[in-house]
């Protein structure tokens, strides 16, 4: 009796390995070219994962808890470039992350929190040079917004309150001269706005 109890709880050991057992696996695109492989678990993806584009060039390499996101996370273009670097928890984006253009200049980088924009985040043009440095709370815009042309001149400079334009904005041209000026509250425009003219004069317009 005692030797087949211990038969039962042996061959139950075994089976629960087996369960939990990793199983590596590909999956293919239609073309017979594979799309991605890593570890299942239970039918689940679990740990490092590679993603393929259909010419065969990897596309991503991705970490992975019960078949979500999570941890490090890293994609490439066709060329093989890195074009962005992420990071997961149990599927949602939290922490830093920062994204490329093709030649290696970074295109904009900033923090994740329960999976949206939080705190500062900037932005760059192709060439490195500063497109904009802004704000985020729970996703949106706030704060001070400047937005500067690939020459480095600012060309819009205002406020967002919840992620709507607020407050006093100005738009300059890509010269640095100052074209148009008004007000927004709650994304809308309000008051007076006005084109400065060439010689400096303002001249109300309708909008």
């Known amino acids: ?11 139950a050991i075994q089976l629960l390995c087996l369960s939990r057992q990793e199983l590596y696996g590909q999956l293919y695109y239609d073309s017979g070219a594979i799309k991605a492989e890593g570890n299942w678990e239970s039918d689940l993806k679990e740990g490092k994962w590679t993603f393929y584009y259909p010419s065969g060039q990897k596309s991503s390499i991705e970490f992975y808890q019960r078949d979500q996101l999570h941890g490090k996370a890293v994609y490439y273009d066709p060329d093989g470039h890195v074009i962005g670097e992420e990071h997961w928890i149990n599927g949602i984006q939290w922490d830093q992350a920062v994204y490329y253009y093709g030649n290696g200049q ?13 705190g500062e985040w900037s932005f760059f043009h192709a060439n490195g040079q500063l ?13 001070v917004w400047k937005y500067y042309n690939e020459d480095g001149i600012l060309i819009q400079s205002g406020f967002y309150e919840l992620g709507k334009e607020t407050g006093h904005w100005s738009f300059f041209s890509d010269t640095g001269e100052l074209a ?9 425009r309000i ?11 303002r001249k109300r317009i309708k909008y």
């Open 1 to 11: 009796m005692k030797l087949l109890k211990g038969f039962i709880i042996f061959f």
């Open 106 to 118: 970074v295109e904009k980088s900033g923090y994740f929190e329960n999976g949206l924009y939080e």
């Open 131 to 143: 497109k904009r440095k802004v704000k985020y709370r729970n996703g949106l815009l706030e704060g």
């Open 180 to 188: 148009y000026e008004g007000s927004y509250l709650d994304g809308q």
């Open 191 to 201: 008051g007076e706005w006005f084109r400065i003219t060439k010689g400096g004069k």
